[in-house]
């Protein structure tokens, strides 16, 4: 029982320590599925499945609950190297994309989304992109491979780049329909920024670091209990689960 309550405290101060990374730099990304049409904990509208999407890791992403600071903004994802193959492949040409966050991908104790301010991952990175892949958006062959050299084409898991972008550089940036937020889930609705630009007023209104629960912003911008429809969103963030080797 202590232990449990103990348990509890720890997550909630956890909660609290949001990873804050710089505008550049290097990070690890994985894929997962995430079905075409989906809402994902962002509640950004289903057309951004359309389009290259990701999740990030829990304690960059800004929320434990559904929707955080990073959702709706936009990176330019440049794949550089492998490093769980043997050798490491380090492919001929490189390749990059831009995505929109709009998922939450949960921290675990161990695997790529486990960063926390103590700690990077396995790679010594605090940043996971896990990119919705498979996708309409995104070419079958975007993962450079050597089939004949290590026998497989899905390493699963690549070193990277990425840089902070406008969000004018997504594909789906001239789809209104893909920008946005869904509008009838409830408090947790209104919060996928077109193109968030680190204003306060434009990121996800009821984040903050001193809310692990995200607030219903229809009332006040203090805590509440989440509604069924929180429930809902933060189920499809569940669908993150990513590849493992
Ligand atoms: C993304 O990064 C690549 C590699 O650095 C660069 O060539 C490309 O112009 C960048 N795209 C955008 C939209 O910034
Ligand atoms: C994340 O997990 C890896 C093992 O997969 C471990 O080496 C690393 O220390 C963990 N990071 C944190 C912050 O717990
Ligand atoms: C990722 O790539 C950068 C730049 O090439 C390199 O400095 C770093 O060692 C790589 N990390 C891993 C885990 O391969
Ligand atoms: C695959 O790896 C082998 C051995 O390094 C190399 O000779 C070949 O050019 C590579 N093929 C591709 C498509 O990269
Ligand atoms: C955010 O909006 C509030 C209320 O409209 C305003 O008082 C505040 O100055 C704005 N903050 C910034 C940084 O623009």
């Not at 709706?72 to 831009?98: A, E, H, R, W």
């Amino acid at each position: 029982m202590t232990f449990i309550v103990l348990a509890f405290l720890f997550a909630l101060v956890n909660a609290s320590s949001w990873i804050q990374y710089p505008p550049n730099g290097f990070a690890t990304m994985t894929h997962y599925d995430l079905p075409s049409g989906y809402i994902a904990s962002c509640a950004c509208t289903g057309k951004s499945t359309n389009y290259p999407t990701s999740a990030m890791n829990q304690m960059a992403f800004g929320s434990a609950v559904a929707y955080g600071s990073a959702c709706g903004k936009c990176f330019n994802l440049t794949l550089l190297n492998t490093f769980l193959s043997d050798p490491p492949f380090y492919p001929p040409t490189s390749k990059s994309i831009v995505v929109k966050v709009t998922d939450l991908c949960p921290l675990s104790t161990t695997g790529w989304c486990n960063a926390t301010q103590e700690g990077p991952n396995q790679a010594g990175n605090y940043l996971n992109f896990d990119l919705a892949y498979p996708s309409s958006a995104i070419p079958d062959d975007f993962f450079p491979s050597n089939a004949s050299l290590y026998g497989y084409t899905d390493f699963g898991v690549w070193n990277i780049s990425y840089q902070s972008v406008d969000c004018s550089n997504w594909a789906g940036w001239k789809d209104e329909g893909a920008l946005g937020s869904v509008t009838n889930l409830g408090p947790e609705s209104a919060c996928c920024p077109d193109n968030p630009s680190g204003n306060v007023n434009d990121t996800c209104p009821s984040y903050s670091d001193h809310n692990g629960i995200a607030p219903d912003t229809r009332t006040s911008g203090s805590p509440s209990t989440i509604s069924s429809s929180g429930l809902f969103v933060l189920s499809v963030s569940l669908l993150t689960v990513y590849t493992l080797l």
